[in-house]
């Protein structure tokens, strides 16, 4: 089988940059391993400012998130190109709160927004009254909240329908399959499957925390790793709440849908069972994520929580991961950091570009894969 | 037949109740039978009666969402039609009426029906605690449906009577009105109690969650007046309501036989029981082969047959349901057999087309299973003693595979005394007689299915007929998905949203499971379904508060 580029890994990442392959005339194919991607798990946040979750996990990684604030901020300006071109994904963007519950949290968020606002965020500290004009269901205990104007939230079950259907019309098939390593050769790249063998003239890698594995042949060491992830949804109500709220300290997301069911997310772990079954939801995790939820916004204590999920969000390093192999040219790596939906097709757009040699290699530097050089 | 006691109000009418009714069946008494109205403008009432389908859904007293057929009605309540979307200031957080409750019993028995008791009566006696936790305010189950609202009906009433106070006499603990929302590794279970958290953590647990009825999907099943015959006959059994004055049954199996003939002699005028198999005159091998099975479950079924016939209920064999459209004078139910379409006019359709096991708690916890091709259902994996592949988790009943109460009962003597023995209590015992009779009724209910056709098909239905009741998804929406994504039940729920509403997929699901199977190839097994998961029914957040804040405390 033999394409013009061959693209691992059909989440938002890998489809978005098979579209914009297929649109620039490339002969394109796109397969995918259907091992739980987190693409089909994911529950629509658009994240731009720091999440508290990740910067008490990953210290280290905190500088590199800083560093890509813009990157966010034009990935969730990405999706309303994308919803305004291919939706209505139901796609909000009233912004996003983090909330803080006493005077320490909200100096935290002060310093915070400072940061963020440097990097060219529409950020604001605001007081409880500033609140009360718009939220007045939030807990009684929450003294103010960070604003970051540029979050938002969308339906991703809608959105990646909407997308698939795209890739469809443009004749681009979603291969079944796993793609397990990769040849580097002069004129092309040999890609060996679990059921086939591809060539292909280049390779773009969005497959995720899969994708160390992948390129582990071709010189670099990319530290990808799976991180299960849990999350919950309610029966629907009027929608009343616009904004996806966030804790200063503690680990929560929680936005309502369109169609008026909550979503309760934001990063609680559940257990990896292998490639073959969906990470299993954890008692622990669905006690403490609903239960902080219902502290945070009293009035959903009422409405009933229907079904729970979990799926894979990818770390590596905490920034993305875009551009050519320093010892492998011809594969494109195209891989989000942390909020791997909300980057996706912003870094699909990049990564396509570099292989159609669109967007130049200085201009993605920043995210060059040299940095994993072995 | 006890007097009103007093009244309720729906959107602002009275609504006379009688002791012990719940909210579905006075509604239905006072020929009330639209109970809320979907995100796309239909109307639905009560369908499956048994707290599964999340369809009768009414606002009680300013709190949304409450099913009507799990309510029970008391005066001075205020119901109303329960809206799409209500506001979430609207809803007064429900408070916790006690203080969360931990259990940790030696056997830990979910579900009250036929196979539970048995179950708790042989654990009890062999020395083990025992603690049955069911849904229902009375116990009994499904097959035993006791009275709510007064003295037995007849002597299967009066056995499950009976069967309940040996296990109380024994000394088991039944909590009723307990649903169980999550299961995990370990063996820990939560539970809302009342409002209240419940939290179970046992030595080991013997599942008899039992089985829900399979429906016929044909246009029309959504409509109010539309019931599963269990829902019906437990308007009837347990609170002496009749689903309507002109009553149609359609299906398959012997339910609607028993049930038709148990509306007849309360008062309904049966207009039609539309049976999909075959008369049995016609299948003269398979009666025997059933008579020779069990003589004395035969007769019971012959007296049915000529009840019915004596008081003229017209039986069609080899019919099948075509539609239901709301008419006038009630409901038109259009049938198609050998001699082509009829229709008849009815206030409300029961429909049984075979059963799907309640085996939610048992796959959450990993309990291996096998496609039974037969039935059209999953059949959980046991050993001799019901034990399944998960260590400490047992499996009796119908939850397992169908199999009836006598085969029920049967399993949870035998897994009673297995898990008390496992514990250390009582002595291994000579399982022959048990054996020798689960035998029997197996043999027994492979004969019966027989002569009935409960082959689950694929829905041969237009597009415009609803598949996913709760989503409001239709057939042609889902030949959409499937031609788009194949490959598996999730791909397509993710692709069309079938499955992902308040009944978690029960009625949908199982369609779905099939479709995709029969669109890729593949055969069915325990992969084909949706992946199980918590929460096993819809849980308030404010119970979830609650069971994490006991949690906590017991630390």
């Keep these: 089988m033999r394409a013009d580029v061959l693209v691992i890994g059909a989440g938002i990442t890998g489809m978005m940059a098979a579209l914009h392959l297929a649109d620039a005339g490339a002969e394109v194919r796109l397969v995918d391993a259907g091992e739980n991607a987190g693409t089909w798990a994911n529950a629509g946040s658009l994240h731009v400012q720091m999440q508290s979750r990740f910067m008490r996990l990953y210290p280290d990684q905190v500088p590199a998130v800083e560093a890509s604030l813009p990157l966010y901020k034009a990935a969730a300006e990405e999706w309303v190109r994308l919803d305004a071109l291919y939706g209505p994904f139901e796609l909000v963007r009233k912004g996003g709160l983090m909330l803080a519950e006493g005077a320490d949290q909200l100096r935290f968020l002060e310093g915070k927004a400072r940061r963020e606002a440097a990097q060219g965020l529409s950020v604001e500290i605001l007081d409880r009254a500033a609140l009360d004009r718009f939220a007045p269901w939030l807990g009684p205990q929450i003294v103010g909240a960070e604003l970051c104007r540029d979050e938002g939230k969308l339906n991703p079950l809608i959105a990646n329908a909407r997308l698939m259907a795209e890739l469809a019309r443009r004749g681009v098939q979603i291969m079944r399959d796993r793609v397990v390593r990769l040849e580097h050769r002069g004129d092309g790249v040999m890609a060996t499957g679990r059921n086939a063998a591809y060539r292909a003239d280049q390779v773009i890698v969005a497959s995720a925390w899969g994708a160390g594995e992948v390129v582990q042949d071709l010189g670099v060491a990319i530290p990808t790793k799976a991180e299960p992830l849990h999350m919950n949804i309610t029966e629907a109500a009027a929608v009343s709440i616009g904004h996806l709220i966030q804790h200063a300290e503690r680990s929560i997301t929680l936005k309502q849908l369109g169609q008026g069911q909550i979503v309760i997310g934001g990063g609680w772990p559940a257990r990896d069972r292998g490639r073959d079954m969906p990470p299993e939801v954890l008692a622990a995790s669905l006690l403490g994520n609903v239960a902080l939820a219902a502290r945070l916004v009293p009035q959903i204590g009422g409405l009933r929580v229907i079904r729970t999920w979990a799926g894979m969000n990818t770390t590596a390093d905490g920034a993305s991961t875009i551009g050519r192999l320093p010892e492998a040219s011809r594969v494109v790596m195209a891989l989000p950091g942390d909020a791997g939906y909300t980057l996706g097709p912003l870094v699909a757009r990049l990564a396509a570009g570099v292989a159609l040699g669109t967007v130049p290699d200085g201009e993605v530097a920043g995210f060059a894969p040299a940095r994993f050089a072995a | ?555």
């Design chain 2, 1 to 555: 037949m006890t007097q009103p006691l007093g009244h309720f109000t729906f959107d602002g009418q009275q609504v006379p109740l009688r002791p012990g009714q719940s909210l579905a069946a006075a509604l239905t008494e006072a020929g009330l039978r639209q109970f809320r109205a979907t995100a796309k403008g239909a109307a639905r009432g009560m369908f499956c009666g048994m707290g599964v389908c999340q369809d009768c859904l009414v606002t009680v007293d300013g709190v949304p969402n409450r099913r009507a057929c799990m309510t029970a009605a008391t005066a001075g309540q205020e119901v109303q039609t329960q809206v799409p979307f209500p506001d979430l200031g609207s809803a007064s957080v429900p408070q916790a009426s006690a203080p969360a409750r931990v259990i940790a019993p030696d056997v830990l028995i979910v579900g009250g029906g036929a196979g539970g008791l048995s179950a708790a009566i042989a654990a009890r006696e062999a020395g083990a605690s025992v603690i049955i936790l069911d849904e229902r305010k009375v116990g009994g189950g499904q097959y035993f449906k006791q009275s709510a609202v007064g003295a037995p009906l007849d002597a299967q009433q009066s056995d499950g009577a009976g069967l309940l106070a040996r296990a109380l006499a024994a000394g088991a603990e039944l909590i009723g009105e307990v649903e169980i929302w999550g299961a995990f590794d370990g063996l820990l279970f939560l539970a809302e109690h009342k409002g209240a958290a419940l939290i179970a953590r046992p030595k080991a647990a013997i599942i008899a969650t039992g089985a829900y009825e399979r429906p016929e999907i044909r246009p029309g099943w959504t409509l109010p007046g539309v019931m599963t015959t269990g829902a019906a006959q437990t308007l009837w059994r347990s609170y002496r309501t009749l689903p309507g004055r002109r009553v149609a049954i359609v299906g398959s199996g012997p339910l609607n036989l028993q049930v038709g003939r148990e509306l007849a002699q309360g008062g309904a005028e049966v207009v039609l029981i539309a049976e999909r198999g075959p008369a049995p005159w016609l299948r003269p091998l398979a009666s025997a082969a059933l008579a020779f099975a069990d003589p004395g479950l035969v007769l019971t079924g012959l007296r049915t047959l000529a009840d019915l016939r004596k008081r003229g209920v017209p039986i069609r064999h080899g019919t099948r349901l075509e539609r239901i459209d709301a008419a006038e004078q009630g409901l038109r139910v259009t049938v198609e057999g050998a001699g082509g379409k009829t229709a008849v006019t009815a206030d409300a359709v029961l429909m049984n087309a075979g059963f799907d096991p309640q085996n939610e708690i048992l796959r959450l916890l990993g309990a291996r299973s096998t496609y039974d091709r037969a039935f059209g259902h999953l059949r959980v994996t046991r050993d001799e003693t019901c034990a399944t592949s998960v260590p400490r988790l047992y499996a009796v009943g119908d939850c397992a595979g169908l199999g009836g109460a006598p085969a029920a009962m049967a399993e949870g003597r035998i897994a009673g005394r297995a898990a008390a023995a496992a514990l250390g209590f009582g002595d291994g015992y000579d399982l022959f007689a048990d054996h020798r009779r689960l035998a029997r009724y197996r043999r027994f209910q492979k004969h019966l299915w027989a002569l009935h056709d409960v082959a689950p098909r694929l829905p041969d239905v237009p597009d415009d007929t609803l598949i996913c009741r709760c989503e409001e998804i239709d057939a042609g929406q889902i030949r959409q998905g499937l031609a788009e994504t194949p490959g598996h039940a999730g791909t397509l729920k993710r692709a069309t949203r079938v499955g992902m509403g308040r009944c978690q997929g029960r009625y949908c699901g199982p369609v779905a499971a099939r479709l995709v199977a029969a669109a890729t190839g593949a055969a069915m097994d325990e992969r084909s379904y949706f992946a199980p998961r918590v929460p096993i029914k819809p849980v308030a957040i404010s119970a979830i508060l609650a069971a994490e804040e006991a949690l906590n405390d017991a630390r």
